[in-house]
């Protein structure tokens, strides 16, 4: 609905849903990626590449599992978010990467390569 501001709101589909769109639109193609639980820990299987994935909930925890080389994760972190691991350690994390703000709404992505993952904040950043 079309409000007096001629604001279209979104109104039939969640962030995440919308996320997919663009991503769809932007020629990015991408697969699901399911939690293994409601308290939202993702892990990224397989063997190789991995490709893209949107998380379908907010992220508390991230595991690129044993025998993934690469991959790009895109997620919003959880308010209890506890971070990223690459087969089960603590993940090395490339310098320049953003700090993640578990603020519930912000767009990252969480890419692995050559062993260490990068997080960038897709979301745009009002800078002060």
């Known amino acids: 609905m079309i409000n007096n501001d001629r604001i279209v709101p979104i109104q039939k589909m969640d962030l995440l849903t919308m996320i997919g769109t663009v991503l769809t639109l932007a020629g990015t193609s991408y697969a699901v990626l399911a939690s293994s639980d409601i308290e939202?820990?993702?892990?990224v299987t397989g063997t190789g590449?991995?490709?893209?994935?949107?998380a379908n909930q907010p992220v508390k925890s991230l595991d690129f599992a044993s025998g993934v080389t690469s991959g790009t994760?895109?997620?919003?972190a959880d308010y209890d978010y506890a971070g990223i691991t690459v087969a089960g350690a603590a993940a090395t994390i490339a310098d320049g990467s953003a700090t993640v703000n578990p603020d519930g709404v912000t767009l990252y992505?969480?890419?692995?390569?050559?062993g260490?993952?990068?997080?960038?904040?897709?979301?745009p950043v009002i800078s002060a």
């Open 116 to 123: 260490e993952v990068t997080i960038a904040a897709v979301s």
């Open 40 to 43: 939202g820990a993702f892990s």
């Open 73 to 76: 994760v895109y997620f919003v």
């Open 49 to 54: 590449a991995a490709g893209n994935k949107l």
């Open 109 to 114: 992505s969480a890419a692995l390569a050559s």
